[in-house]
Nanobody
Framework: AQLVESGGGLVQAGESLRLSCAAS????????LGWFRQAPGKQRELVAAIATDGTTNYKDSVKGRFTISRDNAKAVVTLQMNSLKPEDTAVYYCAAGYRADYDIWGQGTQVTVSA
C-alpha cells in the first residue's frame, strides 16, 4: 500500500493551494481518508477527514477555507486550501485507515505560507 502526496509549495497569505494524494495497492473505497499536518515543534494534527460515505469533518480553524474530497475511481483524495494563513504552514500528510484507524501514510508535502 502506498500514498503519494503532491501539490505543496510556497504561497503568500490569502492565496490557494490544492494538495492531491494518489493511492496504490489498496482497496481505496473501503478506507476513511484524512489530511494531517505537522508544524515545527508541534504535534501532528488532523486537518480534514472524509469517510467512506463522503461524510467530512474539519479542524475548526480551517472550516470554510479547506475542502476535502475523494475520487474512488481514481483512488485520489484532495485538499483544496483557500485563504491560506501563515499558521497553516506545515508538512501535510495524507492517511488512510479502516474506520479512521489511520495506518497508511504518505511521505508528506511542505506547505509554506508567507505573511
Amino acid at each position: 500500500a502506498q500514498l503519494v502526496e503532491s501539490g505543496g509549495g510556497l504561497v503568500q497569505a490569502g492565496e490557494s493551494l490544492r494538495l492531491s494524494c494518489a493511492a496504490s495497492d489498496i482497496i481505496f473505497s473501503i478506507f476513511d481518508l484524512g489530511w494531517f499536518r505537522q508544524a515545527p515543534g508541534k504535534q501532528r494534527e488532523l486537518v480534514a477527514a472524509i469517510a467512506t460515505d463522503g461524510t467530512t469533518n474539519y479542524k475548526d480553524s480551517v472550516k470554510g477555507r479547506f475542502t476535502i474530497s475523494r475520487d474512488n475511481a481514481k483512488a485520489v483524495v484532495t485538499l483544496q486550501m483557500n485563504s491560506l494563513k501563515p499558521e497553516d504552514t506545515a508538512v501535510y500528510y495524507c492517511a488512510a485507515g479502516y474506520r479512521a484507524d489511520y495506518d497508511i501514510w504518505g511521505q508528506g508535502t511542505q506547505v509554506t505560507v508567507s505573511a
